[in-house]
C-alpha cells in the first residue's frame, strides 16, 4: 500500500485519502499508541454528553464507529458519521447507523441533535470555526456539544517527555502496527500545532455556544470541552 499523509493544511482530499490508508488497523494502533487509554477516554465522553433514551446523537468524526457504539451503551439513538469512506467500511460490523458527511457541510436540517461529539477529528478539517459553527446549526436549543481532542499536557516536564514522544517514538511505533505509517507523523505534527485547553475553549464560545468548559484526561494529553447551545 503508498503511504498517504496530509498536511497542516488539512486538504480535505489528503486527509480523507489518508484516514482510508490507516483504516484497517485503526482502532489497535490507538490502542497501542495510547496505552489503552482510548477506551477511557470514550467512556469518559459518553459519561460527559449525560445521554438517555430518547436522544438523538450525532457521533462526528466516528471512523470505524468504535465511539459510537460506545455512546449507544447509553440507549440514545446514535448516529456515526465520517469523511473516511474507508473508516466507515472498516466499521461496517458495529451496529450503528453510518453516514458519509463532511464536517464542513453537514448533511442534516438545522436543530436535528439533542447532543454532538467530535473525538479527536476537529483537529484534522480544513477549518476548525466552520466545523464549529455546522455542529451548532444541528444541535436544537439548549442542545450538549462535547469534543474529546489532544490537548496539552499541564505538567512541565511530563510535557517536555511527551513531546518527545510525539515526534520520535510514536512515528516509530506506528510502523510497527499501522496500515499507514506516515499518517502518524501528520498525527504528531497536528497535536504540537493545536490550541492548548482555553484556545479551544475560545473557539468554541466564538461559534456562539454557552457554558464551555474542559477537563484534562490523562494529564491534559487529551481534554474534554463541554458547552452548550
Known amino acids: 500500500m503508498t503511504s498517504t499523509r496530509a498536511g497542516l493544511d488539512k486538504a480535505p482530499a489528503d486527509v480523507a485519502a489518508m484516514f482510508d490508508g490507516v483504516a484497517r488497523r485503526y482502532d489497535i494502533t490507538n490502542t497501542v499508541l495510547s496505552f489503552g487509554q482510548d477506551r477511557g477516554w470514550r467512556t469518559a465522553t459518553r459519561h460527559a454528553l449525560g445521554l438517555g433514551p430518547g436522544d438523538v446523537v450525532l457521533d462526528l468524526a466516528a471512523g470505524t464507529a ?21 473508516m466507515l467500511k472498516a466499521g461496517h ?8 458527511a463532511d464536517a464542513l457541510t453537514l448533511p442534516f436540517a438545522d436543530e436535528s441533535f439533542d447532543a454532538a461529539t467530535i473525538s479527536f477529528g476537529l483537529r484534522n478539517v480544513a477549518s476548525v470555526d466552520t466545523a464549529l459553527a455546522e455542529l ?11 469534543i474529546c481532542e489532544f490537548s496539552t499536557p499541564v505538567f512541565g516536564p511530563f510535557r517536555t517527555v511527551y513531546m518527545e514522544y510525539l515526534m520520535k517514538a510514536l512515528p516509530s511505533v506506528a510502523t510497527k502496527v499501522s496500515s499507514n505509517p506516515e499518517a502518524y507523523v501528520y498525527l504528531a505534527e497536528s ?9 479551544l475553549a475560545t473557539k468554541i464560545a466564538s461559534a456562539g ?13 487529551a ?3 463541554r458547552a452548550v447551545k
Open 136 to 146: 451548532y446549526r444541528v444541535l436544537k436549543p439548549a442542545g450538549r456539544l462535547v
Open 191 to 199: 497535536i504540537r500545532a493545536w490550541p492548548d485547553q482555553a484556545g
Open 209 to 221: 455556544f454557552d457554558s464551555v468548559r474542559w477537563r484534562n484526561l490523562t494529564g491534559g494529553i
Open 93 to 100: 460490523k458495529r451496529p450503528v447507523p453510518k453516514v458519509a
Open 223 to 225: 481534554a474534554l470541552h
Open 66 to 86: 468504535v465511539s459510537t457504539e460506545e455512546l449507544a451503551q447509553s440507549g440514545a439513538h446514535c448516529i456515526a458519521a465520517d469523511f473516511s469512506l474507508g
